[in-house]
């Protein structure tokens, strides 16, 4: 199946910082998705990605549709301790199926 | 409004053992999907079932199986449990929109162990 690769695997930051990270596929997706994860809890979706080249931000959080639909990224600015999670990227293909990359552990120091 | 449930919470099994995890998805969506996550790992997609149909199956051996009832709710059931079953299991829910599920509501999770 097609492999998602996402990074960093962790980022350990500053209150007030911004952070990057990205998500890369070998293969085209037709949805890119941002979730994220608390301990013991399901993901939670942030932003969803339906067109090549589209930019959507959520307050603080602005994501990218990369142009050649295999490749995503999710940007945090001006980071707060409740940031604190795992983010993982999703691609979803026309046949629904949704593959998930393996995270990254964001921890902010307050 | 309450989100995905799922039951059990946490589930200790042995090997070669039977399991069945339980999902109720938000009032009025159709579509419930399972996922796998492992430790340090995403969440791997296992079914997805809309109407009480099959509509998507990833790659997992037929030990996994799961049926969703007429009220939407859903099973899970995996059969002579091994150690790798270990893990995390998801049950999401949504509504189809325009073609496309993508806004995918998560429950908590049930944690299986798997001794």
Not at chain 2, 28 to 57: A, C, D
Request: glycine content about 10%; hydrophobic content about 30%.
């Amino acid at each position: 199946g097609q492999q998602l690769n996402q990074s960093p695997q962790s980022m350990f930051i500053q209150e007030g910082e911004d952070v990057s990270m990205n998500c890369t596929s070998s293969s085209i997706f037709n949805t890119w998705l941002w979730y994220k994860q608390d301990p013991g809890e399901g993901p939670v979706l942030l932003i969803a990605l339906y067109k090549a080249g589209e930019l959507t931000s959520n307050g603080r959080l602005t994501a990218q549709f990369g142009i050649t639909r295999k490749d995503s990224f999710l940007n945090i600015s001006a980071s707060i301790p409740s940031d604190v999670g795992i983010y993982f990227c999703a691609g979803q293909e026309y046949n629904n199926d949704m593959r998930f990359g393996a995270g990254t552990r964001l921890t902010v120091k307050p | 409004d309450a989100g995905v449930t799922q039951s059990p919470t946490h589930l200790i099994k042995t090997r070669g053992q039977h399991v069945t995890l339980r999902c109720s998805p938000i009032s009025g969506h159709k579509s419930v999907s399972w996922y796998q996550q492992v430790l340090g790992q995403g969440p791997q997609f296992i079914f997805q079932y809309y109407e009480k149909e099959e509509r998507g199956r990833g790659n997992f051996p037929d030990r996994f199986s799961a049926r969703q009832f007429p009220n939407y709710s859903s099973e899970l059931n995996v059969n002579a449990l091994l150690l790798g079953d270990s893990a995390l299991y998801l049950c999401a829910s949504s509504l189809p929109t325009g073609g496309l599920w993508n806004e995918q509501f998560f429950g908590p999770g049930t944690r299986l162990t798997v001794l």
